[in-house]
């Protein structure tokens, strides 16, 4: 067991005006299996990049481990795989190589494939065992569930769990649960540490932010009940004040010293007011900086004249001699939410191409309602670019409702001044999202969605298909995501 110790750590990227990172302090043991997360843009990746030495910044950061990057950069992608391999670590024993990919259920004969012919999930795979044979070495692994299937992610997860000495950065709240024993998370104002898996950490921040709501209405209504007083007290001061002068008309004498020592006593008292006032005042400033806000949306779908918008009976996509798919069924109806499922290469993407309206060779009978609207987000995200005022107007959605869709998935009003190409991978999900929920179509086709986009923002997407309620046809790893949105599962 050995410490990283972080201290006093302050960054911001070149040219920027704020810093991701002010006098941030903490210490990790390299024994540990951590799990990373925090919303898009809050600095994950680039807190990866500092402990790999890639930045200059303020502070000091001491490890006695090396880091390692996962995943490794890949120079001759079309080198056999076992020569890949030896360019990570030129000292690795094969037996031990071996007994990492039977872990991983690879067999030996893909090391003698070009490594560009290997699927992602076995180009995955390859990489983690490889980074994993080597010694003194605590690994930054990022992101590995992108375009792994349901069942790869599982095989993963488990395999993960059996090691120790990583970060692991994940937006798949199941996967994050079977493999990490303690959570690092990038909040808002802060960056804590906790034991305990993912589903831990989220009902501590829960419980925390309840506890803050709760709070926070007491104090505001003490600040409102201390304010009230605070004016009665001053009314009356003013009142005894004058009284010392309108006394002169009315004949009587008055006790001036006294009216003077009650106007005193009554200002001294206003003056307590007032401090416990700010007080109340400051220590409710100090509450709900980690909740993440966000805001009730108005979106609507526009209504098809029949209930059921495709159907498919029977259908098997062929591109040339191979057929990607066989004998698929379903209908899709209003209001149903729709996971299409099945491991990489079953044919999901092809069924999406051919709904969508793509040219496919294909047997079997398909129908679509006529005149029927679909909005789709790919996986892709490089068309990407220019401003979001001007991707609004280039689109025909309203500027306001895609703005606010944005702001609500926790873009900060910086993010809405820079170009599209700049922003983080899970950013540029987020902005093809909220596109989608802007258009007046009738079905929503989306594609492996959630690649990059961060814990939260997927629980408020949940939120919004649930409160929204519109007809979707989805493709999405992400087991929990899933389970909470389907209403019906097509398994390929």
Same mark, same amino acid.
Request: proline share 1%.
């Given at each position: 067991?050995?410490?990283?110790?972080?201290?006093?750590?302050?960054?911001?990227?070149?040219?920027?005006?704020?810093?991701?990172?002010?006098?941030?302090?903490?210490?990790?043991?390299?024994?540990?299996?951590?799990?990373?997360?925090?919303?898009?843009?809050?600095?994950?990746?680039?807190?990866?990049?500092?402990?790999?030495?890639?930045?200059?910044?303020?502070?000091?950061?001491?490890?006695?481990?090396?880091?390692?990057?996962?995943?490794?950069?890949?120079?001759?992608?079309?080198?056999?795989?076992?020569?890949?391999?030896?360019?990570?670590?030129?000292?690795?024993?094969?037996?031990?190589?071996?007994?990492?990919?039977?872990?991983?259920?690879?067999?030996?004969?893909?090391?003698?494939?070009?490594?560009?012919?290997?699927?992602?999930?076995?180009?995955?795979?390859?990489?983690?065992?490889?980074?994993?044979?080597?010694?003194?070495?605590?690994?930054?692994?990022?992101?590995?569930?992108?375009?792994?299937?349901?069942?790869?992610?599982?095989?993963?997860?488990?395999?993960?769990?059996?090691?120790?000495?990583?970060?692991?950065?994940?937006?798949?709240?199941?996967?994050?649960?079977?493999?990490?024993?303690?959570?690092?998370?990038?909040?808002?104002?802060?960056?804590?540490?906790?034991?305990?898996?993912?589903?831990?950490?989220?009902?501590?921040?829960?419980?925390?932010?309840?506890?803050?709501?709760?709070?926070?209405?007491?104090?505001?209504?003490?600040?409102?009940?201390?304010?009230?007083?605070?004016?009665?007290?001053?009314?009356?001061?003013?009142?005894? !004040?004058? *009284?010392?002068? %309108? @006394?002169?008309?009315? =004949? /009587?004498? &008055?006790?001036?010293? $006294? +009216?003077?020592?009650?106007?005193?006593?009554?200002?001294?008292?206003?003056?307590?007011?007032?401090?416990?006032?700010?007080?109340?005042?400051?220590?409710?400033?100090?509450?709900?900086?980690?909740?993440?806000?966000?805001?009730?949306?108005?979106?609507?779908?526009?209504?098809?004249?029949?209930?059921?918008?495709?159907?498919?009976?029977?259908?098997?996509?062929?591109?040339?001699?191979?057929?990607?798919?066989?004998?698929?069924?379903?209908?899709?109806?209003?209001?149903?939410?729709?996971?299409?499922?099945?491991?990489?290469?079953?044919?999901?993407?092809?069924?999406?191409?051919?709904?969508?309206?793509? !040219?496919? *060779?294909?047997? %079997? @009978?398909?129908?679509? =309602? /006529?005149? &029927?609207?679909?909005? $789709? +987000?790919?996986?892709?995200?490089?068309?990407?670019?220019?401003?979001?005022?001007?991707?609004?107007?280039?689109?025909?959605?309203?500027?306001?409702?895609?703005?606010?869709?944005?702001?609500?998935?926790?873009?900060?009003?910086?993010?809405?001044?820079?170009?599209?190409?700049?922003?983080?991978?899970?950013?540029?999900?987020?902005?093809?999202?909220?596109?989608?929920?802007?258009?007046?179509?009738?079905?929503?086709?989306?594609?492996?969605?959630?690649?990059?986009?961060?814990?939260?923002?997927?629980?408020?997407?949940?939120?919004?298909?649930?409160?929204?309620?519109?007809?979707?046809?989805?493709?999405?790893?992400? *087991?929990?995501?899933?389970?909470?949105?389907?209403?019906?599962?097509?398994?390929?």
């Amino acid at each position: 067991m050995s410490l990283i110790n972080v201290t006093n750590l302050t960054f911001a990227h070149e040219g920027s005006y704020d810093n991701i990172f002010e006098n941030v302090s903490f210490q990790l043991d390299t024994d540990w299996k951590l799990g990373f997360t925090g919303r898009n843009g809050r600095g994950k990746t680039t807190f990866m990049n500092l402990l790999l030495g890639k930045y200059e910044y303020s502070g000091k950061i001491s490890a006695k481990v090396s880091f390692d990057y996962f995943p490794f950069h890949v120079e001759h992608k079309e080198y056999h795989t076992i020569d890949v391999v030896e360019e990570i670590y030129p000292d690795y024993q094969h037996w031990e190589l071996m007994r990492e990919l039977s872990l991983l259920e690879v067999s030996e004969d893909i090391l003698y494939r070009p490594f560009d012919s290997l699927s992602n999930g076995e180009q995955t795979k390859v990489l983690l065992a490889a980074l994993f044979l080597k010694e003194d070495s605590f690994l930054l692994i990022d992101e590995p569930t992108n375009h792994l299937d349901m069942k790869a992610r599982r095989l993963v997860s488990h395999y993960l769990n059996s090691k120790s000495g990583f970060i692991l950065v994940s937006h798949d709240r199941s996967f994050l649960d079977h493999c990490v024993d303690h959570i690092l998370s990038i909040n808002k104002t802060n960056i804590e540490i906790q034991k305990g898996n993912f589903s831990d950490w989220w009902e501590n921040k829960q419980r925390q932010d309840q506890s803050e709501l709760a709070e926070n209405e007491h104090l505001r209504k003490d600040i409102r009940r201390l304010s009230e007083a605070a004016k009665r007290t001053s009314d009356w001061s003013d009142k005894v !004040e004058k *009284s010392k002068n %309108g @006394t002169r008309n009315s =004949g /009587s004498k &008055l006790d001036k010293g $006294y +009216v003077g020592h009650k106007a005193a006593k009554m200002m001294k008292r206003s003056k307590g007011i007032e401090q416990r006032q700010q007080t109340s005042i400051d220590d409710r400033s100090k509450l709900l900086k980690n909740i993440e806000s966000s805001e009730n949306l108005k979106i609507s779908q526009l209504t098809y004249h029949k209930n059921q918008l495709a159907e498919l009976i029977g259908v098997s996509i062929q591109y040339g001699e191979k057929t990607v798919c066989e004998d698929v069924s379903f209908t899709i109806e209003q209001g149903e939410r729709i996971a299409l499922s099945g491991k990489n290469g079953s044919g999901k993407s092809s069924i999406i191409k051919l709904i969508c309206g793509e !040219e496919l *060779s294909y047997t %079997g @009978t398909f129908r679509k =309602g /006529s005149q &029927l609207k679909i909005s $789709y +987000v790919s996986q892709d995200t490089s068309h990407l670019e220019g401003n979001l005022t001007d991707y609004a107007r280039r689109n025909d959605i309203d500027e306001s409702l895609f703005k606010a869709i944005l702001r609500k998935l926790d873009f900060s009003r910086v993010q809405f001044e820079k170009n599209i190409e700049d922003y983080s991978g899970g950013q540029k999900k987020k902005v093809l999202i909220a596109k989608s929920l802007c258009e007046k179509v009738h079905l929503h086709i989306w594609d492996e969605p959630l690649n990059f986009i961060d814990v939260i923002s997927r629980m408020q997407i949940e939120e919004l298909l649930h409160e929204y309620a519109p007809t979707i046809l989805f493709v999405e790893h992400d *087991s929990e995501f899933c389970n909470n949105i389907a209403t019906k599962v097509i398994e390929l």
